[in-house]
């Protein structure tokens, strides 16, 4: 069992940044080894991915966010982070913190069982 707690949300005008934090409970050599996503949800539609690190810290993005968004982790610390710079309205969501508790990084949100609460971004034109 892997529980993901996020945090680092909040509501920021267009423009602005902000950093989500994601903490996980397992052995760190386990973590260390875990493809680890960001997915946003807004109301009426379906999760979305982000962005995504593997163990080797190679990351991939939404197109819609390349270049503004940077993930990241520090696997002393068993925490991946999100920074998001230049935010847009578009951008207001839950933001999710997953993984599916091995090392493949592929698939969308159906194939990552462990999810942390969300921690809501909201962004102001």
């Known amino acids: 069992q892997v529980q993901l707690v996020e945090s680092g949300g909040g509501s920021v005008q267009a423009g602005g940044s902000l950093r989500l934090s994601c903490v996980a409970s397992?052995?760190?050599?386990?973590?260390?080894?875990?493809?680890m996503g960001w997915f946003r949800q807004t109301p009426g539609n379906e999760r979305e991915g982000v962005a995504r690190i593997d163990g080797r810290s190679i990351a991939e993005y939404a197109d819609s966010v390349k270049g503004r968004f940077t993930v990241s982790r520090d696997n002393a610390k068993k925490t991946l982070y999100l920074q998001m710079n230049s935010l847009k309205p578009e951008d207001t969501a839950m933001y999710y913190c997953a993984t599916k508790g091995i090392a493949t990084c592929t698939g969308d949100y159906r194939d990552f069982g462990y999810w942390g609460q969300g921690t809501q971004v909201t962004v102001s034109s």
């Open positions: 397992t052995f760190t050599y386990l973590y260390s080894g875990y493809c």
